[in-house]
């Protein structure tokens, strides 16, 4: 009998190693997936970074089967599905006012790949509630990018990008990438990406969501931003969470324009607030998502009305994260999106004790 699974934990900083750790076990209420695609986050690589929490077990994007469906009637046994990686409690105060993305609570109860156990994994366990079913035409790549183009779908909300917006993405990374997606379907009519990787940029131009690339090292950065754009920026989305993107940001945006914070920076960074102030400009913080943009965003992708899986560069098994996490987080790696295949290289010969061996 087969009781424990492989998975991947943060040992420390800079470090994750495959470890064998118990299988979940079914309970009637939780549903337990076979993950089948797990993405790497930015997120991800900032936890592995700092090594906190040690001993979690990261992921928080991907797709799967079911194996026993728990309390969902509605769910069978090889189903494909998808998770909500949210835990609200939905009756706080924070709850009620965003639609339960941003729950005062949600890190205590245990978010998953964040303070909960993640989706590097070959086994997870899921909040019943939070789990979706796949549409046929959503693949196993592409179900791991629900949750990042969902991200991306909240920003350009967050940012009201509407039709004639001039629009300023700061960094090429995939959120970065999805944003363009978006705002370009939201109808912006300049959409301006800056990045500093530019291997990164050149593929982020070859994509043709943006009008143009700009090298964020360039010392004239921001008057060519100008001469490009012909004007100034109605919105900027920041994914860098870098001093010098987000003020390269506030110097192009025009009078009342927005700056939406979608990048993480851990240590405080200096930003000028003049040009903010006097130009009464918007800055906002964003944080994931609503659980109906998540659907909105399957939706989208089952109608092929975004193309997501152009940004997945790379399969891999468990024992090559770390090795993925290092050239990530280099700077320079040319990657956008590897994704973690947790039963490849793997052929375990008995099945797992609560998993049907169809599973
Ligand atoms: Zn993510
Ligand atoms: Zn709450």
């Excluded at 891999?316 to 999106?337: C, H, M, T, W, Y």
Aim: charged share 25%; with cysteine; net charge negative.
């Amino acid at each position: 009998m087969r009781t424990t699974m492989k998975a991947l934990k943060i040992e420390g900083k800079k470090r994750l190693s495959v470890v064998e750790v118990p299988i979940p076990e079914a309970d009637g209420e939780k549903v337990i997936i076979k993950v089948k695609t797990s993405g790497i986050c930015g997120s991800d690589i900032h936890i592995w970074e700092k090594g906190k929490p040690e001993g979690l077990i990261p992921g928080h994007e991907f797709g799967g089967t079911v194996v026993d469906s728990g309390s969902r009637d509605d769910l069978n046994p090889g189903d494909r599905v998808t998770v909500i990686p949210l835990n609200p409690c939905g009756e706080c105060s924070w709850c009620r006012n965003s639609g339960y993305h941003t729950c005062k609570y949600s890190l205590k109860r245990g978010i998953p790949g964040v303070t909960a156990p993640g989706s590097y994994a070959e086994y997870f366990s899921a909040r019943p509630d939070m789990v979706r079913k796949l549409p046929d035409t959503v693949s196993d790549v592409e179900a791991a990018v629900v949750e990042p183009a969902t991200v991306a779908l909240h920003a350009v909300n967050l940012a009201n990008i509407k039709a004639g917006d001039k629009v300023l993405i700061v960094g090429g990374g995939v959120i970065g990438l999805l944003c363009a997606v978006w705002a370009r379907i939201y109808g912006a009519s300049f959409l301006g990406m800056s990045e500093t990787n530019e291997s990164r940029g050149a593929k982020a131009l070859a994509f043709g969501d943006i009008h143009a690339m700009f090298n964020a090292k360039d010392p004239e950065l921001t008057s060519t931003l100008k001469k490009t754009a012909k004007g100034l920026f109605d919105k900027a989305i920041d994914c860098s969470g870098s001093a010098g993107g987000i003020n390269a940001a506030i110097d192009v945006l025009n009078h009342q324009g927005t700056l939406l914070l979608v990048g993480i920076s851990y240590a405080p960074i200096p930003v000028m607030t003049l040009p903010v102030c006097r130009k009464e400009m918007r800055l906002i913080g964003d944080m994931g998502y609503s659980i109906p943009e998540f659907e909105h965003t399957m939706e989208m992708m089952s109608r092929g009305m975004i193309d997501t899986k152009r940004f997945v560069d790379d399969k891999i098994d468990l024992d090559e994260v770390q090795g993925a996490f290092e050239r990530l987080s280099s700077g320079n790696a040319p990657e956008v999106k590897i994704l973690i295949e947790p039963h490849r290289g793997y052929f375990p010969l008995e099945s797992a004790h609560n998993v049907p061996s169809e599973a």
